[in-house]
């Protein structure tokens, strides 16, 4: 069945360097759709950014992804780690049009040391 | 204003006692979803409906049901609560037609604890 793979529970890291978040995916559809979701301390969960086109670079709030189908890959990206960004990260999957259900990953912990 | 609201905020419940938890969206989606969320297992997909009078199971719908009574409500109940069932629960609603892709819109969260 469909799944989604984040291999890294927690990544610390120090501000200013940059951030890289894993997302690997299985799915038998040809055109998913891929999110990125960032859940703050006593926040809801919300969207950061999504894609469904193949090595098009996505971009929002600093972060950035690009969805590979060659390698069933869409990690996520920053240049500079601020303390701010510090949070837990969904990936996630969804077959795209006429979707029902989304996919989640396990999620990464992102915590930016000063 | 918040477009997902979920009631109680926070919940203690004795084991074997019925809890029931209660979503509300404004945002006119036909989807809606309930989810916990366990460190370890992220957001795991309990039930979810796709319009009033509809449910389906999820991933973990074991010990869960739902009712979707109308476009608005969702609410996920636990008849017979147990400790395992200790957790923080997340409604959430979403819209899968044309160019939506189905993007969540989530609660702020009820925290359950059950004794």
């Known amino acids: 069945g469909d799944s989604v793979t984040q291999t890294e529970g927690l990544v610390t890291l120090t501000e200013g360097l940059p951030v890289m978040l894993n997302c690997t995916y299985q799915?038998?559809?040809?055109?998913?759709?891929l999110f990125w979701y960032v859940h703050y301390l006593n926040e809801s969960p919300r969207l950061l950014l999504k894609?469904?086109?193949?090595?098009k670079r996505t971009e929002h709030q600093g972060f950035h992804a690009t969805l590979h189908k060659s390698s069933s890959s869409f990690h996520l990206q920053k240049s500079s780690a601020q303390l701010s960004d510090s949070a837990l990260y969904y990936c996630?999957?969804?077959?795209?049009?006429?979707?029902?259900?989304?996919?989640f990953g396990k999620g990464t912990h992102l915590h930016v040391l000063p | 204003e918040a477009a997902v609201t979920q009631s109680p905020r926070n919940k203690v419940a004795v084991t074997g006692g019925k809890v029931t938890l209660s979503c509300n969206q404004t945002n006119n989606h036909n989807n809606m979803y309930w989810y916990r969320q366990d460190t370890g297992h992220g957001l795991r997909l309990i039930h979810y409906?796709?319009?009033?009078?509809?449910?389906e199971k999820g991933d973990i719908p074991d010990g869960y049901k739902a009712s979707r009574p109308s476009q608005e409500n969702f609410s996920l109940i636990l008849e017979l609560a147990t400790p395992s069932q200790t957790s923080v629960y997340f409604c959430?609603?979403?819209?899968?037609?044309?160019?939506?892709?189905?993007?969540?819109?989530f609660g702020p969260g009820t925290r359950l604890l059950v004794l």
């Open positions: 894609s469904s086109t193949d090595n």
């Open positions: 409906s796709y319009g009033a009078g509809s449910t």
């Open positions: 996630a999957l969804s077959k795209g049009t006429n979707a029902y259900k989304v996919i």
């Open positions: 959430a609603s979403g819209d899968s037609g044309q160019g939506n892709q189905d993007t969540q819109y």
């Open positions: 799915t038998i559809y040809s055109n998913p759709f």
